[in-house]
């Protein structure tokens, strides 16, 4: 397939990773060709308040708010309410700064006036002055469960930030996530994609969670578009995260062509990076290019060769 | 009746006024022995957060955290949140410190998560080091509601601090306060009661709307005991706030005796300010003593006077 100009490209996001994909093909496509779909696994309640941890990454990422030395939160933020939390014994190990309290602050407001998630999402994008599409893929909580060794069945976050991702996992779950439905905005994004990619998130605690909601996985697989995925493990590593430990852990090869294993036949296309060991696998087209994003005119050089890929 | 130094005091407060002689009666009565009772009916949901104004600002004064120049919110706090949510667009009329969000975060998380207003209050005081009980007079919502001729019907609110409580009122209702009840634990501190005092909160906006609550009236008039108000007005005008204005507006004239008119059978004492016109009411004892307690020394002295004139 040629796309020739006018394309429309979905992209599926988790956190850091897929915030700075998201970031690059933002600088070179315009607001209505492309379509950011954002994972809600990690999103959990937390002093009363509803928190978004990938949708707020990405958010911050393209509003240029971000703070880039950690890759979320926002820049230059102060914790003057953790500080005072701290003092009268309430809950710290989730670091929010005050800037980032105000995004929790008017999200949970509003879904509490019966806003949906994809609403308050788009509402956000507006007061951020971000013009493209942030989409959490569901309206619905799906909730991603981490069973491990040392500690049992734990939160997103409480094996993500409170433990530090650290205890061994045996198994992840997506909690309610059968039963629940893609938004009507995703599915229209979805319907209408000349081009579906998947960032290179962590597939299992980043994609994962969105694949497994409904009938997504069928829905991306009707459609006979480039589904391309780029490759979260470079050089055997995870560039962030849990990915190569998690990898480890299931008792996968920390390789490329595990991650394409993984995705299967949900994948026509394949992003790696050139300083993995090259493999081939039936169906798939494979391009090999520098995928590192260390800054932003990395994150554009990226986005623009996986385009020009897409192109040729 | 001659109080013979084991007796409880249980008394009535709204804001700033209130939590004066609520500090004053701390420094000099154990934790067994003093009981305040707060007002609710300022109480609103703001921004996803339950907030309880009255309540706070005694709490803040009893923990020696207030504010002393404003008589409420926490001493040198920082607004960086509001900061954060003035750039998103976010309602910023509603001033609320960092510090000050950190109480409303851990009150609405523990909220909804189950727990009654009375054990909030209670879990509050105790991590901010306050030993006396602090009680909301009801764990039910009954909000103040203010008609005004030039604006309508206003949430409280909405009156008070959007409108600096500027418009005029032609009438205040109690939403809900017929039906509720006040909680266990304030019925029992007013069986146990041997002094009831009523501070000198504004009469019509923080002793009504505590005094609307169920059967609150006719508990507090079946006890055979002191049942005293101190003057909100002193020398013509209200020390803070609205009251005199109210009065005004109510077609009361703006005295000390319209206050104990007000109050009517409920009071069978009344401390009045020296600076007032004498007055007389059958069946109430007077009191006349400088009521003023511009800082903590006068807090104390005043209440000292009181207890004295209690014990005579």
């Known amino acids: 397939m040629a796309l020739t100009g006018a394309y429309k490209i979905v992209l599926f996001v988790g956190g850091v990773g897929g915030a700075k994909l998201a970031y690059g093909l933002s600088k070179l496509l315009p607001p209505d060709r492309l379509t950011i779909?954002?994972?809600v696994g990690d999103d959990f309640w937390h002093l009363g308040l509803r928190i978004c941890p990938d949708a707020d990454t990405v958010l911050y990422t393209l509003a240029g708010r971000v703070d880039s030395a950690n890759g979320w939160g926002v820049a230059n933020d102060t914790s003057q309410v953790l500080t005072a939390l701290a003092d009268i014994g309430g809950e710290t190990w989730f670091r929010i700064g005050d800037a980032d309290l105000a995004t929790h602050l008017t999200r949970t407001d509003r879904l509490r006036r019966g806003a949906r998630p994809t609403e308050v999402a788009t509402e956000l994008c507006a007061v951020m002055g971000v013009e493209y599409a942030l989409l959490p893929v569901t309206d619905e909580s799906v909730p991603t469960i981490v069973d491990t060794k040392e500690k049992g069945r734990l939160s997103f976050q409480s094996y993500f930030v409170?433990?530090?991702?650290?205890?061994t996992?045996?198994?992840?779950?997506?909690?309610?996530?059968?039963?629940?439905?893609?938004?009507?905005?995703?599915?229209?994004?979805?319907?209408?994609?000349?081009?579906?990619i998947i960032a290179p998130s962590n597939p299992w605690l980043s994609i994962a969670p969105m694949l497994a909601v409904g009938d997504l996985r069928a829905r991306l697989l009707a459609?006979?578009?480039?589904?391309?995925?780029?490759?979260?493990?470079?050089g055997g590593r995870a560039v962030k995260g849990p990915a190569a430990k998690l990898m480890r852990e299931l008792g996968l090869e920390v390789s490329a062509a595990s991650v394409a294993d993984y995705y299967g036949d949900l994948l026509n296309g394949f992003v790696d990076d050139v300083v993995n060991p090259p493999f081939e696998h039936d169906g798939l087209k494979i391009a090999r290019m520098d995928t590192m994003m260390p800054d932003g005119e990395a994150r554009i050089r990226v986005a623009q060769s996986l385009l020009e890929w897409l192109e040729s």
């Open 169 to 196: 996992v045996t198994a992840i779950g997506y909690e309610g996530a059968d039963g629940a439905s893609v938004t009507r905005e995703v599915g229209d994004a979805i319907d209408q994609a000349d081009a579906i």
């Open 37 to 39: 779909v954002v994972n």
């Open 223 to 234: 459609r006979d578009v480039p589904r391309i995925a780029m490759s979260p493990i470079i």
């Open 162 to 167: 409170a433990n530090r991702w650290q205890p």
